[in-house]
């Protein structure tokens, strides 16, 4: 990516994650997606160590795709598609040939592959929007890319084949930007897949899901995976809209503005509404040609592709567009690099714009492109459409985990389509821009591969509580980190905004052993045979209850539900000391509101490295009478080292009514 | 629905009452559907993956009527048709 490791603070020359780490180096991450273009620059091994010994994997040979296309920085890639070809997929209307190898057709895989280990690229930029040095965020790693997705999806078959194969292999961090909606975990392939997985101590990361701001929209919620949610950068690609009364509405776009005479030309707005066609929209089609030419014309966003709509405005003959957000991406701005002069507004500059339009009998207006501003806005945030909790299926983990840089996210990309994806964009480019949490997923990937390198033996468990413990709570500017106007909670953003340069050196850990996941199935009373569905284990629940009377799972974040009249409940928490012998934290406790929380003891003394305390957390309810409708507290409790400020190991508490 | 394939997860008990008996699991999961699928039916075609690290099982073209039948084996701890995901 071209800025989203200076937005997290990883530098080449100061001493942190990426220093640390040695970027990266030695570990291998196993990226689950659409395929990879071998040829991208972020691919390409200058520098980069010998394969490791104990990699297992392969260079699988198919359409476009020899041996040869793997070389020490890509040094796996297969595909997997019986699963997706058996199941009576009707022929594609994509222009795109779709490689029958681990080759990538669509494009998403190949930004998602070098968002995570992607190697140096000088000079990297979206038609010169966003120009940097693009890097992966553990340029050092390898990568070992499973084509499981198609163009008409991800099958379960694929995926766990992959899964089962990325084992053998060797990877060190799987990263899965694919999901749906939440599942139970005995009917989720991804969570039984990576439960065995996370025994191998591979770690496992994946998209929280795209199907936010709905609540309990969060998907791959299993304890034992990282699961991702989306955040903003501080970066903005102004394209303000200057209407005919002077009056300007804020805008963005990757359009290269100024490279076309009539990109800035003052044109008459037209919103075609009215009929079925879903003019509103700007559909293929449904543009009558003789309201539109050379027109600028509004189209509402949902439903079909961003850059789509501007191709319908262009195929029907309009001049430029203006995409205007509908109340639920309020003033969150996706940006693409369209194919004629566009600019995404926000839903309350599209309400300005549509009464100007509605007040005035020659609506007029031009979009005035502002390049690439770095600085001036609050981030992170959350996306909108970032996938919210509460866990629909578990109410004591707190869902998604963490959040990172998930909108705009600029990374490399396939030479045999343009930087919208479409078939009719004939443009070729390195790299383009896309959103989503599976763009955040393979930030996280990037730093557990870093934590990872630094810290070899740790576990899964004890990679993921670094990154969730040490993620930030605040944005850049020190204030809460906001969800559209409101601060956001800790449903959209569980721990935090991910820190590599404090993961990296998290003082102290939660650490968890795959055991200890069985009991906590147990308490949640999953069957026996669900669990053996779940974990391959064969276990007595009540045998396993009795030996761990009071057992909580040592998960990073705390997450309290009072139901049928429970009014206190008693957790245990375990940390390991991975800091400094001799070292003193003390806690300080934000109460939920509604809550009282008491922690003994209140001071752990650690000896020595590696050695575990445990603490008590009695959450009592203070609430003295309960409504049928569900509400929810959120608070924080934090372990402080005494002589070192920067070992700070923060849990959210969340509570539930 | 009845004859109409579809593919299925199976999955096993790691350490079947059957399992001994095969060299490899690929072939221990052969004989699942061979014992499933009528016998002028060539079972490896049906069968799609192999599982053996992320899980252990198998995938497979089924119908419906044999998903019955391979319920009712000792060996199968569940079955679950294939799911179609989405990249995010």
Same mark, same amino acid.
């Given at each position: 990516?071209?800025?989203?490791?200076?937005?997290?603070?990883?530098?080449?020359?100061?001493?942190?994650?990426?220093?640390?780490?040695?970027?990266?180096?030695?570990?291998?991450?196993?990226?689950?997606?659409?395929?990879?273009?071998?040829?991208?620059?972020?691919?390409?091994?200058?520098?980069?160590?010998?394969?490791?010994?104990?990699?297992?994997?392969?260079?699988?040979?198919?359409?476009?795709?020899?041996?040869?296309?793997?070389?020490?920085?890509?040094?796996?890639?297969?595909?997997?598609?019986?699963?997706?070809?058996?199941?009576?997929?009707?022929?594609?209307?994509?222009?795109?040939?779709?490689?029958?190898?681990?080759?990538?057709?669509?494009?998403?895989?190949?930004?998602?592959?070098?968002?995570?280990?992607?190697?140096?690229?000088?000079?990297?930029?979206?038609?010169?929007?966003?120009?940097?040095?693009?890097?992966?965020?553990?340029?050092?790693?390898?990568?070992?890319?499973?084509?499981?997705?198609?163009?008409?999806?991800?099958?379960?078959?694929?995926?766990?084949?992959?899964?089962?194969?990325?084992?053998?292999?060797?990877?060190?961090?799987?990263?899965?930007?694919?999901?749906?909606?939440?599942?139970?975990?005995?009917?989720?392939?991804?969570?039984?897949?990576?439960?065995?997985?996370?025994?191998?101590?591979?770690?496992?990361?994946?998209?929280?899901?795209?199907?936010?701001?709905?609540?309990?929209?969060?998907?791959?919620?299993?304890?034992?995976?990282?699961?991702?949610?989306?955040?903003?950068?501080?970066?903005?690609?102004?394209?303000?809209?200057?209407?005919?009364?002077?009056?300007?509405?804020?805008?963005?776009?990757?359009?290269?503005?100024?490279?076309?005479?009539?990109?800035?030309?003052?044109?008459?707005?037209?919103?075609?509404?009215?009929?079925?066609?879903?003019?509103? +929209?700007?559909? $293929? %089609?449904?543009?009558?040609?003789?309201?539109?030419?050379? @027109?600028?014309? #509004?189209?509402?966003? =949902? *439903? !079909?592709?961003?850059?789509?709509?501007?191709?319908?405005?262009?195929?029907?003959?309009?001049?430029?567009?203006?995409?205007?957000?509908?109340?639920?991406?309020?003033?969150?701005?996706?940006?693409?690099?369209?194919?004629?002069?566009?600019?995404?507004?926000?839903?309350?500059?599209?309400?300005?714009?549509?009464?100007?339009?509605?007040?005035?009998?020659?609506?007029?207006?031009?979009?005035?492109?502002?390049?690439?501003?770095?600085?001036?806005?609050?981030?992170?945030?959350?996306?909108? +459409?970032?996938? $919210? %909790?509460?866990?629909?299926?578990?109410?004591?983990?707190? @869902?998604?985990? #963490?959040?990172?840089? =998930? *909108? !705009?996210?600029?990374?490399?990309?396939?030479?045999?389509?343009?930087?919208?994806?479409?078939?009719?964009?004939?443009?070729?480019?390195?790299?383009?821009?896309?959103?989503?949490?599976?763009?955040?997923?393979?930030?996280?990937?990037?730093?557990?591969?870093?934590?990872?390198?630094?810290h070899?033996?740790?576990?899964?468990?004890a990679?993921?509580s670094a990154?969730?413990t040490s993620?930030?709570?605040?944005?850049?500017?020190?204030?809460?980190?906001?969800?559209?106007?409101?601060?956001?909670?800790?449903?959209?953003?569980?721990?935090?905004?991910?820190?590599?340069?404090r993961a990296i050196d998290p003082g102290l850990i939660y650490?968890?052993?795959?055991?200890?996941?069985?009991?906590?199935?147990?308490?949640?009373?999953?069957?026996?045979?669900?669990?053996?569905?779940?974990?391959?284990?064969?276990?007595?629940?009540?045998?396993?209850?009795?030996?761990?009377?009071?057992?909580?799972?040592?998960?990073?974040?705390?997450?309290?539900?009072?139901?049928?009249?429970?009014?206190?409940?008693?957790?245990?928490?375990?940390l390991t000391n991975v800091g400094n012998p001799?070292s003193v934290y003390?806690?300080?406790?934000?109460?939920?509101?509604?809550?009282?929380?008491?922690?003994?003891?209140?001071?752990l003394?650690f000896?020595?490295i590696n050695q575990?305390?445990?603490?008590?957390?009695?959450?009592?309810?203070?609430?003295?009478?309960?409504?049928?409708?569900?509400?929810?507290?959120?608070?924080?409790?934090t372990w402080t080292n005494a002589h070192n400020s920067f070992h700070r190991v923060r849990?959210?508490?969340?509570?539930?009514? | 629905?009845?004859?109409?394939?579809?593919?299925?997860?199976?999955?096993?008990?790691?350490?079947?009452?059957?399992?001994?008996?095969?060299?490899?699991?690929?072939?221990?999961?052969?004989?699942?559907?061979?014992?499933?699928?009528?016998?002028?039916?060539?079972?490896?075609?049906?069968?799609?993956?192999?599982?053996?690290?992320?899980?252990?099982?198998?995938?497979?073209?089924?119908?419906?009527?044999?998903?019955?039948?391979?319920?009712?084996?000792?060996?199968?701890?569940?079955?679950?048709?294939?799911?179609?995901?989405?990249?995010?």
């Open positions: 990516t071209t800025y989203s490791y200076k937005f997290l603070g990883l530098s080449s020359t100061t001493d942190g994650a990426w220093i640390k780490s040695g970027f990266g180096r030695g570990t291998i991450i196993g990226v689950l997606d659409t395929g990879v273009w071998p040829e991208s620059p972020s691919f390409a091994d200058q520098g980069m160590p010998p394969v490791p010994k104990r990699w297992r994997g392969m260079c699988q040979e198919g359409q476009n795709f020899k041996a040869t296309s793997c070389n020490r920085k890509l040094i796996g890639a297969r595909f997997f598609i019986k699963g997706h070809h058996v199941s009576s997929v009707p022929p594609s209307e994509n222009m795109v040939d779709e490689y029958i190898s681990p080759r990538d057709s669509s494009g998403h895989g190949t930004h998602t592959s070098s968002t995570a280990g992607g190697v140096s690229v000088p000079m990297a930029s979206v038609l010169g929007n966003g120009a940097g040095v693009a890097r992966g965020m553990a340029p050092g790693a390898h990568i070992a890319v499973y084509k499981v997705c198609w163009f008409n999806g991800c099958y379960s078959s694929d995926i766990l084949a992959a899964i089962d194969v990325a084992i053998v292999d060797g990877v060190d961090v799987l990263s899965l930007s694919l999901g749906g909606f939440p599942l139970p975990l005995y009917d989720d392939s991804i969570a039984i897949g990576s439960f065995r997985a996370v025994e191998h101590g591979i770690s496992v990361i994946c998209a929280a899901g795209n199907n936010g701001p709905i609540q309990s929209s969060v998907a791959n919620i299993a304890p034992w995976i990282a699961t991702i949610g989306a955040s903003t950068l501080d970066r903005k690609f102004p394209a303000i809209v200057r209407m005919g009364n002077g009056e300007y509405v804020y805008g963005e776009s990757l359009f290269p503005g100024k490279s076309l005479p009539i990109a800035e030309k003052e044109l008459e707005l037209v919103y075609v509404t009215g009929g079925n066609s879903g003019s509103e +929209f700007c559909f $293929r %089609g449904s543009l009558p040609k003789e309201k539109v030419k050379g @027109k600028m014309v #509004v189209c509402d966003r =949902g *439903v !079909n592709g961003r850059a789509e709509k501007g191709v319908a405005v262009k195929e029907a003959g309009g001049a430029a567009m203006i995409l205007a957000n509908t109340e639920i991406n309020l003033e969150e701005d996706s940006v693409d690099a369209h194919v004629l002069p566009a600019t995404e507004i926000g839903y309350a500059e599209a309400v300005r714009l549509k009464t100007y339009m509605d007040t005035t009998s020659h609506p007029r207006a031009r979009i005035v492109f502002g390049g690439t501003v770095i600085g001036t806005s609050r981030a992170p945030e959350v996306a909108q +459409f970032s996938a $919210r %909790g509460p866990n629909l299926y578990d109410s004591t983990i707190l @869902k998604p985990d #963490v959040l990172a840089p =998930g *909108v !705009n996210i600029i990374a490399a990309w396939p030479q045999n389509l343009g930087p919208t994806s479409l078939p009719e964009d004939t443009r070729r480019v390195n790299f383009t821009v896309m959103s989503g949490t599976s763009m955040a997923c393979p930030h996280v990937s990037g730093i557990a591969a870093l934590i990872h390198s630094a070899p033996g740790w576990t899964p468990a990679i993921k990154i969730m993620a930030d709570a605040s944005d850049h500017r020190g204030k809460p980190i906001m969800d559209g106007s409101k601060p956001a909670a800790v449903f959209a953003i569980g721990a935090g905004h991910v820190n590599p340069n650490d968890i052993k795959p055991d200890e996941y069985v009991i906590h199935l147990c308490t949640l009373g999953y069957t026996r045979s669900e669990i053996f569905t779940i974990t391959h284990r064969n276990v007595s629940c009540s045998e396993k209850l009795k030996m761990n009377r009071g057992f909580s799972l040592n998960y990073p974040s705390i997450s309290v539900a009072f139901k049928h009249g429970v009014k206190s409940k008693m957790i245990t928490r375990r001799n003390s806690v300080q406790v934000k109460p939920p509101e509604g809550v009282k929380v008491r922690v003994k003891p209140r001071r003394i000896k020595h575990s305390l445990s603490y008590r957390i009695w959450v009592i309810s203070r609430k003295k009478t309960q409504t049928k409708k569900i509400s929810y507290a959120e608070g924080q409790l849990s959210p508490i969340s509570v539930t009514w | 629905y009845g004859n109409t394939l579809r593919t299925y997860i199976v999955q096993l008990h790691p350490h079947g009452v059957t399992s001994s008996s095969f060299p490899t699991k690929f072939l221990w999961h052969l004989s699942f559907l061979d014992q499933t699928l009528s016998s002028e039916e060539d079972s490896s075609s049906r069968l799609l993956y192999s599982y053996g690290s992320a899980m252990d099982g198998f995938a497979a073209l089924l119908t419906e009527t044999e998903i019955e039948l391979l319920r009712g084996l000792p060996d199968v701890v569940a079955v679950r048709p294939d799911q179609l995901l989405q990249l995010q």
